[in-house]
Nanobody
């Protein structure tokens, strides 16, 4: 079992930055692929990006490439989402997720509670 707690959301003006954090409990953090998803009002949940455990390889959805960066600190059982050049369309509840193995957009078994990001124009 893995518990995830996300934090760092808030209100920011367009063009600004935020850094989200997600702390995982559990002894096997190192074997998990960590991912971020988001869900805007009235829309389905969307994959944002992920980082693998084996080689810290990252992969992002096209809409955030060059603006968002995912990193992880295994010593702290934490994954981060650095969001720069934020746009109003980035407004959503952001969720972290973990899954075993080398994953892409699907296959995540555990989810955090979400943290709200609001970007004003």
């Amino acid at each position: 079992q893995v518990q995830l707690v996300a934090s760092g959301g808030g209100l920011v003006q367009a063009g600004g930055s935020l850094r989200l954090s997600c702390v995982a409990s559990g002894r096997t953090f190192r074997i998990y692929t960590m991912a971020w998803f988001r869900q805007a009002p009235g829309k389905e949940r969307e994959f944002v990006g992920r980082i693998t455990s084996s080689d810290s390889s990252t992969y992002y959805v096209d809409s955030v490439k060059g603006r968002f960066t995912i990193s992880r600190d295994n010593a702290k059982n934490t994954v981060y989402l650095q969001m720069n050049s934020l746009k109003p369309e980035d407004t959503a509840v952001y969720y972290c997720a973990v899954g075993v193995g080398y994953l892409g957009r699907t296959g995540y078994d555990y989810w955090g509670q979400g943290t709200q990001v609001t970007v004003s124009s």
